[in-house]
C-alpha cells in the first residue's frame, strides 16, 4: 500500500468517526456499531476496513461534544451521573456498577444510564422490582465472556424520565477487571462511590 493511500485511508477513518460522533451527540444513536456504519453509509463507503474503531469514535465524539455542546452536555452528564447514584443506592443488593458513556463521560441528551448487576437469583431481582412497584420491561442483550458471546437478561426502566438499562450478570462475572486493558487508567465500571466521587460527593 503507497503512502497516499495509506493517508487516505486515515484521513477517511477520521471523517468516518467524526460522522458517527455527530450521529450519537444529535441524532441520538446509541451505539458505536450502529453509528459507525450509518455513517458509512451516509459517506458511500462500502470498504469494511475504513471503519474506525469504538476508541477513535469515542475521541471524536468527545471533540465534538467540546467544540458544539460544550453548554449543555456537561448539565446532561451529570443529571444522568445522578440518577446513576440513585439507582445504585436503590439497588445495593445487586451489587451495581456503572459502565458506558455516563461512566466515560460521552453522555449527552439522548443516552441511557447503563448499568450492570450481579446475582446468582434473577428472580429476587423480578420479585425487588415488584416490591418496589418498579415499571419495567425485560429483554435480553448479548455480552462477551472470553472468547464466546452470551445472552443475558436485561431490564428497562425509567427513572425521573430518564432511561435506565440494567444488565443482569452472574456473581462470577463480577471478577473480570474494572479497568480497561489497553489504559490501566481509564475505568470500565464504577462502584458507587466512586460515581460518587465523579459528582464530587
Excluded at 38 to 62: S, T, V, W
Excluded at 76 to 89: C, D, G, P, S, Y
Excluded at 105 to 116: K, N
Excluded at 151 to 179: A, F, K, M, N
Amino acid at each position: 500500500m503507497s503512502k497516499s493511500r495509506s493517508r487516505r485511508d486515515v484521513n477517511m477513518r477520521r471523517h468516518l468517526a467524526y460522522i458517527a460522533a455527530r450521529l450519537m451527540a444529535e441524532d441520538g444513536v446509541a451505539d458505536y456499531g450502529a453509528a459507525k456504519w450509518k455513517a458509512a453509509r451516509q459517506a458511500g463507503i462500502a470498504d469494511g476496513n475504513l471503519l474506525p474503531d469504538n476508541q477513535e469514535i469515542e475521541a471524536a465524539l468527545r471533540e465534538y461534544q467540546g467544540l458544539y455542546q460544550k453548554d449543555d452536555q456537561p448539565g446532561h452528564l451529570r443529571r444522568l451521573r445522578e440518577i446513576a447514584v440513585k439507582v445504585m443506592r436503590d439497588f445495593e443488593d445487586f451489587r451495581p456498577v456503572l459502565v458506558g458513556s455516563v461512566l466515560s463521560g460521552t453522555a449527552g441528551q439522548f443516552s441511557d444510564v447503563d448499568l450492570q448487576l450481579f446475582t446468582d437469583d434473577p428472580k429476587a431481582l423480578t420479585l425487588f422490582l415488584l416490591n418496589r412497584r418498579y415499571r419495567f420491561e425485560e429483554s435480553s442483550r448479548r455480552v462477551r465472556r472470553g472468547e464466546q458471546l452470551d445472552q443475558v437478561p436485561r431490564i428497562r426502566l425509567e427513572v425521573e424520565g430518564v432511561p435506565v438499562s440494567l444488565t443482569v450478570l452472574d456473581r462470577d462475572d463480577e471478577r473480570v477487571s474494572l479497568r480497561s486493558r489497553a489504559d490501566p487508567e481509564v475505568l470500565q465500571r464504577a462502584r458507587l462511590e466512586q460515581v460518587e466521587a465523579l459528582l464530587g460527593r
